[in-house]
């Protein structure tokens, strides 16, 4: 709303913008520089106009006439403009001051840079013509090159505009304790000071003065002003300096945040508490019902339980069979051709948030930094997060040293219960700037295109597709056996059983990584369960309930196969355990699910959740029982089987077991691991790793539910990794 | 920058603009396709025929009635239990009967009619006709000649008996072609999809038939030839495992259930029931089989002869041959002439071992192993060579001429004694219209006198093998009087009958009857040579079955 409208151009006030007191003309007190920028000097020109300070959430406008209709229109996308008259000479002398001489105008950025030796003009060359086909702005590319720093960026933007450059790294410790500053913090929200790039660092009772980063966006200032009511000018500082300034003030919430928001928004999905009273309850009653049943007809009961045991074995049975079904018929993934991500051009592209949780692993960083780099994304709008435990002291100087392109920031998570992924990347996430966000882990390398494709299924999805899904598959698949049966088995996850379940529009276990996400979706849902070991197939499920889907993309994210035994068995063993906490969290009010998920995605629920764990603890029960009774002949056993039931055991024991053989070499032959097909026909050997695990996953459920059995990482050589990457392939072996 | 949710939309406006899924869909009419047509025609003709053999002529197809019989003792003896489906014989055709013989309190017929075997014969005979038409729809022959050449198959009079009397060869043939589909399809167009069906139907081949073995064997073998030097070795494997995997599996679970059931993982071929004890006892060594036996020439003349049961296949055969080597190579022949060839190797086998039955069925196979040959050579000699309409329309008629010759070249085989063996005097009876009642082809030829009487006596527990007594057991009233072999406890009451079981019955020990449990434990039984029993009734006929009462000095 522009103020001349209302009123007749004699009753607008009047504003002096130079001053002569000294020996030359100057810009008065009341004229703030860099509320200047927000307009060309162009269009300063050619409107008759300066903006000169936003005041109370206006823009203030100095012209020597009534403002044309053009000008009015052109003002607009300012909001509430409140125009001041001045005198000619005194607008063409303020105009000057600040955007220099109509005939030369102020130095550009470039030419700025070269000439203060901060740029070499080759490189600036490079980057315009970077710019000049992928858009951006100037200094965020020729940071994300490397080629200046974001304080270099400051400086010259300073001395470009005349607007003065505060260095937030050294007056920092002086901004955050001044308690002046806590109202001035108070009107905007974290996400709002991170979208703007801003940070207040000086307020008066009428004025606040906020360190920016882009002198030529006006908008955070306008929404300032417009909250706080004052006037707000404004100061250039780099980039770092704000992250690390917001960082620092919001270290304590974010942690809060980080640990707490899914329990604030939804407490009865937080896994806090694995188990309610009432679950312990009802598992009680069950149990005094099994042993008072037992005792008073043992045989009876036993062979009900089994016959229960068996019946939900065969139901999973056949759900795996309609999944090769399914699986095999048809694409049902997300697919997208190089054509396609080509169409997408550069400038179009949003920020992108990658959240990078790692503890203990320095030695994979230099990957990290190759596969990042790697990436067919513009640099300067990707927004990566490295997020560093607090107490992870070699991996935080590893970072600090290993000279980590700019669009990689390193945020320190502090030391806090739990210590879990999840947490990490909570407290990632208020940080992030992007409009999309995934995470990977340390030693992932995402396929280039990724970023693009999942953008691209975004855009093709409706506004309820909340998450996708890129493939994972391990890039050490032939190290030894165990890493063969482990690539075979996530080829079947990935390949037929996600697919089919996007398909049959059940809800979707999310695997561990590479999983994207729009921005505000996660947020909406209260991000990860800081309590819950298996994160990922929990925030599924609250995805589905939510009525957002996951679909399961055609690009694929090769990480490290774990390669040990003792480390496989612990990481199975959280995996599993998370599932089992998983089932319990959301099975607390079983009707309440049942309306989320509706009919299919409940049943596709327990199938996923439940009899995954369900399965590979019930294996060596009855594999026992098998051997029992041919070794003894035990006159009990046939008793636990009666007529149908023993059919469906056996049934279970044969098409069973050979169903989910057949589903892991079909899923290796699929992705076009044929090589792998032969290894995959003896997975019955890796089940019973997978039934030691999920046995020792149940007691730790009881004694450690929340506790995150973290995987040793880079038991693969990752200089030939690493060597790999740079010569474009994919497969390390 | 940081883009706001309408500048996604007007990204998400021009990607999605140019999508084609956006484009509105025709309206779609029902129609019948031409393989709709193809399966409506074969289903009538199946069930006309069905009805037309059991209520017009009487025919029962022994094999089938017995297969019919094991899915009855599996439901309805005295200890119900799967393992009574027997575990000489494929199990899969008396599993697939198992819903069917279920309704057998409502309509007996099922059973005594051996409607139940009818019903899956019918639906997998038309099965059967999907899967031909559907490889042929993939090779580059025009229409006309393809329709001619499924209705070839499905009306071959031999096909038509076999799609509508219940016996597993029409169901084997099935999964021949599924097995031929699914394989020909991958190699086609590398669908994952097609290949596990490829080896589902495999498997579901060896449920029915043993000749399932050999023949996934050669496709296997030309699955891996076939893509030799095309694709890596690491594919030629990986593929040969999927398409292998359930077939191997299949027979593992076969043997292992023979292991444990039968205590003899080979029990199926060593069992004194089986094919070998069947042929051992002599009643198969026609003057023909006797030519083939221990004779390499003699018996490829043997099998070879059954050819003729679609005569274009010897030409066609050697021209698909032609086609598997060299620059010329097919992977379409490589797998059709390999699948031949493998359809037919337990035969030529047994053939020279001497323990072949005589039956026509077992050959079977070279009706649609023949018609796919024919439509591979008619695509390779033909081609699109031919441009001008007068010419093309006197090769498809010469063709169709052709083919059709082939279906009623299988008519005329089948006069001939040795190539026709039972079946040419089924299909006389089924043209002349003449009732095959009291003939005795019919396996419930004479049992009706001991039937009755069983009836009349529905107290009277009787000990019997099913597998010379089935035709009287499943048209008794009361199975329960019966014990029977698949009954825990009947090698106990075989040998220690006394207070256990009233009576015992028993065929002549001549012929296959010889193999019958009673007639192995207690030899001279029948001729009344054991003291502890007292001759209850004789019943003249083909078995002369004899009943007897056991006394209190029985053991």
């Given at each position: ?5 209302t ?12 001053t002569?007191d000294h ?6 007190d ?8 927000i ?10 106009v ?5 005041d109370?959430?206006?823009?203030c406008?100095a ?10 229109n052109?003002?607009k ?13 005194d ?5 000057w ?27 600036l ?8 086909r992928?858009?951006g ?8 090159l490397k ?7 400051a400086?010259?933007?300073?001395e ?9 790294l050294e ?23 991170r ?44 980039r ?12 304590d919430h ?6 707490t928001?899914l329990?604030?928004k939804?407490p ?33 009961s036993?062979?009900v ?5 068996v ?31 080509q ?16 503890r ?16 067919d994304?513009?640099k300067d709008r ?10 992870d ?13 700019n669009?990689i920031?390193?945020?320190?998570v502090?030391?806090?219960?739990p210590?879990?992924?999840p ?15 995934t995470?990977?882990?340390?030693e ?5 295109t990724?970023?693009k ?11 309820s ?6 493939k ?16 075979a088995?996530?080829a079947?996850w990935?390949?037929?059983l ?16 590479s ?6 979706v ?9 309590y819950n070991?298996?994160?990922?197939a929990?925030?599924?499920?609250r ?10 993309m ?6 490290e ?6 480390n496989?068995?612990?990481?199975r ?32 629920f ?9 399965m590979f ?19 009990l056993?046939?008793?636990?089987f ?24 079909v899923?290796?032959a699929?992705?076009?691991d ?22 020792k ?21 990752w ?9 474009g ?5 | ?9 007007d990204?998400?406006?021009s ?28 289903m009538?003709?199946y ?13 029962y ?13 599996v439901?309805?003896s005295?200890?119900?239990?799967l ?9 899969l ?16 017929a ?10 899956v014969?019918?639906?997998?005979g ?5 899967h031909?038409?559907?490889i ?28 509508a ?19 020909l ?8 999809r097609r290949l596990?069906?490829g ?9 029915m ?5 050999p023949?996934?064997a050669f ?7 076939a893509?030799?030097?095309k ?17 191997v ?13 039968m205590?003899?993982?080979l029990?199926f ?18 003057p ?5 036996y ?25 021209i698909?041959?032609?086609y598997c ?20 190797l337990?035969?030529i086998v047994?053939a020279y ?6 039956w ?10 023949g018609?796919l ?9 033909l081609?699109?060579?031919?441009r ?12 169709t ?33 003449q ?11 004479g049992?009706t ?12 527990t ?24 698949s ?6 009451v ?10 015992i ?44 009462q056991?006394l209190?000095?029985?053991?």
């Open positions: 709303m522009i103020n001349v409208s009123q007749s151009w004699d009753e607008v006030p009047s504003i002096t913008l130079i002569d020996s030359q003309p100057i810009l008065a009341s004229v703030d520089r860099s509320a200047c920028h307009i060309s000097a162009q269009e300063a020109e050619s409107f008759g300066l903006p000169f300070r936003w109370n959430g206006a823009l406008v012209a020597f006439q009534p403002l044309t209709e053009a000008t009015q052109a003002l996308r300012f909001g509430q403009v409140r125009v001041f008259q001045t005198s000619h000479v607008l063409a002398l303020a105009q001051d600040v955007y220099g001489s109509a005939s030369q105008g102020r130095p550009r950025f470039g030419e700025i840079a070269v000439r203060s030796h901060r740029l070499k003009p080759a490189t060359k490079n980057a315009l013509e970077l710019q000049h992928n858009g702005v100037l200094g965020d590319l020729l940071v994300s080629a200046m720093t974001h304080w270099n960026v400086e010259v933007l300073s470009q505009t005349g607007i003065p450059s505060i260095n937030l007056a920092g410790e002086e901004i955050n304790a001044n308690p002046r500053l806590s109202e001035a913090w108070g009107h905007l929200t974290q996400a709002e000071w979208k703007y790039d801003m940070i207040p660092v000086w307020q008066t009772p009428d004025e606040i003065v906020v360190a920016v980063t882009n002198p030529f966006d006006g908008q955070g200032r306008a929404v300032l002003s417009a909250k706080s009511h004052k006037r707000v000018s404004a100061v250039i500082t780099g770092r300096d704000i992250t690390t300034q917001l960082a620092e003030h919001y270290r974010d942690l809060k945040m980080s640990l928001n329990l604030d939804n009865d999905d937080s896994a806090t508490t694995t188990v309610t009273r009432q679950q312990i309850l009802v598992f009680c009653l069950l149990l005094a019902l099994l042993i008072g049943v037992g005792i008073w007809r043992t045989n009876v036993l062979a339980v089994s016959s229960i045991l019946s939900a074995y065969a139901i999973l049975v056949g759900h795996r069979l309609w999944i090769i079904h399914k699986g095999t018929q048809a694409n049902h993934e997300l697919s997208f051709t190089d054509e396609e991500v169409q997408l051009t550069d400038d179009q592209l949003p920020v992108y948030t990658i959240l990078i949780p790692a203990d692993e320095a030695s994979v960083l230099p990957v990290l930094t190759a596969a990042l780099q790697r990436l994304y513009p990707l927004d990566v997060k490295l997020l560093l435990e607090e107490d002291v070699t991996t935080i100087a590893a970072a600090r040293q290993a000279n980590l392109p669009f920031e390193i945020v320190v502090p030391v806090a219960e210590r879990t992924k947490k990490a990347c909570n407290f990632g996430l208020q940080r992030a700037r992007g409009e999309f966000v995470i990977y882990d340390a992932d390398l995402p396929e280039p990724q970023l494709k999942a953008l691209l299924a975004f855009l093709h999805g409706s506004e597709l909340g998450c996708v899904q890129a994972l598959s391990y890039f050490n698949a032939e190290q030894n056996l165990l890493t063969r049966w482990f690539t088995e996530y079947a990935f390949d037929l996600l697919p089919a379940l996007h398909a049959a529009k059940m809800p979707i276990p999310l695997g561990g990584t999983n994207h996400f729009r921005t505000t996660l947020k909406e849902l209260g991000s990860w369960d800081p070991v298996t994160e990922d929990d925030l599924g499920i995805l589905h309930k939510a009525g957002y889907r996951t679909a399961v055609n690009s694929t994210t090769y990480e196969a774990n390669s040990d035994f003792v496989w068995v612990r990481q063993s959280r995996w599993i355990k998370g599932y089992l906490q998983t089932w319990l969290v959301h099975m607390r009010h079983p009707r309440q699910l049942r309306k989320q998920l509706g009919r299919r995605g409940f049943w596709g327990q199938l996923a959740i439940l009899g995954t764990p369900l603890l019930l294996n060596p029960v009855y594999w026992f029982i098998t051997s029992l009774w041919f070794m003894t002949h035990w006159g056993i046939p008793q636990l009666p007529p149908g039931i023993y059919y469906l055991g056996m049934l279970n024991l044969l098409v069973g077991n050979f169903t989910f053989t057949y589903l892991n070499a899923g290796v699929k992705r076009g044929w090589n792998l097909v032969p290894y995959a026909l003896l997975t019955p050997i890796y089940w019973a790793m997978m039934s030691l695990a999920s046995w996953a149940l007691v730790q459920l009881i004694t450690k539910p929340s506790h995150w059995e973290k995987t040793q990482h880079g038991l693969v050589d200089t030939k990794i690493q060597a790999n990457i740079h010569l392939q994919q497969d390390a072996s | 920058m940081i883009h706001t949710s309408s500048q996604s939309s990204l998400k406006n990607l999605i603009t140019s999508s084609p899924a956006t484009q509105p869909e025709p309206h779609r009419r029902f129609q019948i396709t031409e393989a709709g047509w193809l399966l409506l025609i074969t009538t003709v069930a006309a025929s069905c009805v037309y053999l059991v209520y017009g002529l009487h025919y197809a022994g094999d089938a009635q017995s297969r019919v019989a094991n899915a009855y003792y439901l309805f005295r200890m119900p239990h393992g009574a489906i027997g575990f000489v014989w494929n199990p055709p008396s599993m697939l009967e198992l819903p069917i013989v279920a309704l057998h309190p409502w309509f007996p099922v059973v005594a009619r051996g409607l139940a075997g009818s019903v014969s019918i639906v997998l038309i099965v059967a006709v999907y031909l038409h559907r042929i729809r993939g090779m580059s022959i025009n229409k006309y000649l393809r329709i001619v050449l499924t209705l070839c198959f499905a009306l071959n009079p031999l096909i038509v008996l076999y799609g009397n219940g016996m597993s060869d029409i169901m084997w043939v099935a999964c021949l072609l599924g097995t031929y589909s699914g394989v399809d991958y190699l086609k167009t590398n669908s994952l596990v069906m080896g589902l139907w495999l498997a579901a081949g060896l449920g038939r043993y000749e399932a073995v023949f996934g496709v296997i073998l030309a699955l891996i030839l893509q030799w030097g694709v890596s070795i690491a594919k030629m494997r990986g593929s040969a495992i999927i398409l292998g995997a359930p077939i599996f299949g027979g593992g679970v076969w043997i292992y259930f023979n292991w444990t059931i205590k003899d993982p029990y071929l060593n069992s004194s029931y089986g094919n070998l004890a069947q042929t051992a006892t002599g009643a198969y060594m026609t023909a089989m006797a030519h083939a221990h004779h390499i020439i003699g018996t490829l003349l043997y099998v070879g002869r059954f050819g003729l049961f679609y005569w274009p296949l010897y030409f066609a055969f050697f698909a041959l032609w080597f060299g620059k010329r190579r097919d992977a379409r022949a490589m797998v059709l002439v390999a699948g031949t060839l493998g359809a037919e337990l035969e047994f071992q001497g323990h072949l039955g005589e026509d069925r077992y050959f079977l196979e070279f009706i649609p192993n018609i040959l024919t439509a591979l050579a008619t695509e390779k000699l081609g699109t060579r031919i001008s309409k007068v010419i093309s329309a006197i090769v498809g008629i010469g063709l001429a052709i083919f059709i010759s082939g279906t009623v070249g299988t008519v005329h085989a089948v006069q001939n004694p040795v190539l026709g063996s039972p079946d040419g005097s089924v299909l006389d009876h089924a043209f002349h219209r009732s095959m009642f009291y003939n005795n082809g019919d396996p419930y030829f049992t006198p001991l039937v009755r009487y069983i009836n009349t006596h529905p107290k009277l009787i000990l019997a093998d099913t597998f010379t007594d089935w035709s009287i057991i499943v048209r008794a009233h009361h199975l329960n009087q019966f014990i029977i072999p009954d825990y406890n009947f090698s106990s075989l040998h220690n009958p006394r207070g256990r079981v009233d009576a019955l028993v065929p002549q020990p001549s012929g296959v009857a010889q193999l019958n449990a009673i007639n192995r434990a207690w030899p001279g039984l029948w001729q009344g040579r054991v003291p502890w029993l007292h001759l209850i009734k004789s019943f003249p006929g083909v078995d002369n079955w004899k009943l007897y056991v209190p000095t029985a053991p």
